[in-house]
């Protein structure tokens, strides 16, 4: 009885601790990575601010209305990049502990979906920076009254740019969300095309809650998570198999032994 008892608990035991190995591998990679960014934490907030600080009046700057804004800022910029830059060995990480129990079909489908999810993550971050930040920022230092001086603070705007970056990472995973339910089976690329209205209205609908009230920044969202929603299902008829019925499959065997006797 015990030995039966110790070994149904020992499989257990044994993924807690690759589990925690696991989980401390993660923490010391974003550790390391956050030591080494941790000296250029003020140019890499510099890098970050300059959407929006080349675009401020003559005679302006950011501002810090907190005391220990000027460390906090660009030490939680830092954290954050640090798990940015991380995320590839992250996801390697949870990938090795999860890819004992999967089966061959599912590994070979697993590897380029997590190569994928991280690349597009990252491109929705860099189009966040590169595309959005300039329009969104030209367009708020524009519209305000000509006797108000915009020194935004730093910490506000560290806020507002990981929220969109955030926001537009995570939108621009939508192809890969979008071939997972067509994989699983929960959806079929008709029954998408069919909802595809509803679709584009909830594409704006979040655009409006992630971003700020104006728009420029909600269209900026929102068309682009229509166009990934339609690449979704673009890759999904070239990708994915639609599923059988099964009346069909019996119907189509009892053809196939009826033309097998009549030879």
């Known amino acids: 009885m015990n030995t039966a008892h110790s ?3 020992q499989p257990l035991i044994g993924h807690l601790v690759e589990l925690r190995q696991r989980l401390l591998y993660s923490v010391l990679t974003v550790l390391v990575i956050f030591l080494g960014l941790f000296y250029f934490a003020n140019d890499l907030y510099t890098w ?13 700057s950011m501002i810090a209305t907190d005391v220990t804004s000027p460390f906090f800022a660009p030490f939680k910029l830092t954290l954050v990049a640090s798990v940015f830059l ?13 890819a004992p129990g999967l089966y061959a079909h599912e590994k070979r489908l697993a590897v380029p979906l997590l190569a994928s999810s991280i690349f597009l993550f990252y491109l929705g971050v860099a189009f966040a920076y590169f595309v959005v930040f300039p329009l969104i920022f030209g367009f708020f230092t524009s519209v305000g009254p000509e006797n108000i001086a915009v020194m935004t603070d730093i910490s506000s705007y560290l806020n507002f740019v990981l929220k969109l970056f955030f926001a537009f990472g995570l939108v621009f995973e939508i192809p890969v969300a979008t071939l997972l339910l067509l994989w699983s089976g929960v959806v079929t ?3 998408l095309r069919e909802k595809r209205a509803y679709v584009i209205v909830g ?13 420029i920044s ?30 069909d499959e019996e119907l189509d065997a009892a053809i196939d032994e009826e033309t097998h006797n009549r030879s």
């Open 48 to 60: 970050v601010s300059a959407p929006l600080t080349a675009l401020l009046p003559a005679g302006t």
């Open 203 to 215: 594409c704006f609908v979040v655009g409006m809650l992630l971003t700020p009230p104006d728009i």
């Open 7 to 9: 070994d149904q608990e």
């Open 86 to 98: 991380a995320m590839p060995l992250l996801l390697h990480q949870a990938w090795s502990f999860i």
């Open 189 to 191: 690329v008709r029954s």
């Open 218 to 247: 909600q269209s900026l969202l929102a068309v682009p998570m229509w166009l990934l929603f339609e690449l979704g299902i673009l890759l999904g008829r070239v990708l994915v198999k639609p599923p059988v019925d099964s009346d």
